[in-house]
């Protein structure tokens, strides 16, 4: 039982600590969306470490699926909509995190460990959606 919960138990440790490290090391917030859109526009100066944070997880993500392939296979729910659907859900979530100044992983990690109001509001935001999502499509559609 307690071997079921470990993987997790470990991913979010070391979500935390990343974290805290770039925090600490950098001042920086490790809200994904804002990494990446700050790589679309990049100033000079403050691209290399955006750059080895995204390749970090770009490598972790490569290795997981190397070293347990069926981590990846996707859900049965995919085959509803194909790759089409994900594409659409994708945008909408960048859209999203764009217009809500942040993601799941800026706001729900970063910021709130960090008391923000803003980024609990936000959070809650997200969660309620996703919930919502959910019902709709799998009790109403």
Not at 62 to 82: D, E, Q
Request: aromatic share 6%; hydrophobic share 50%.
């Amino acid at each position: 039982m307690l071997s079921s919960f470990l993987p997790p138990l470990l991913g979010g440790a070391l979500i935390g600590l990343s974290a805290s490290l770039l925090l600490l090391a950098n001042g920086r917030v490790a809200g994904i969306s804002g990494i990446v859109g700050s790589l679309l526009a990049p100033v000079r100066g403050d691209i290399s470490w955006r750059v080895l944070f995204l390749g970090g997880l770009l490598t972790g993500g490569l290795l997981l699926a190397w070293l347990r392939p069926g981590s990846f296979a996707p859900p049965a729910s995919l085959s509803v909509g194909g790759v089409g659907l994900l594409v659409a859900a994708g945008l909408l979530v960048g859209f999203g995190s764009r217009l809500g100044n942040g993601c799941t992983s800026g706001h729900g990690v970063c910021g709130i460990s960090r008391g923000s109001v803003r980024s609990i509001a936000a959070t809650l935001t997200f969660m309620a959606t996703g919930v919502l999502t959910v019902f709709l499509i799998r009790h109403v559609l």
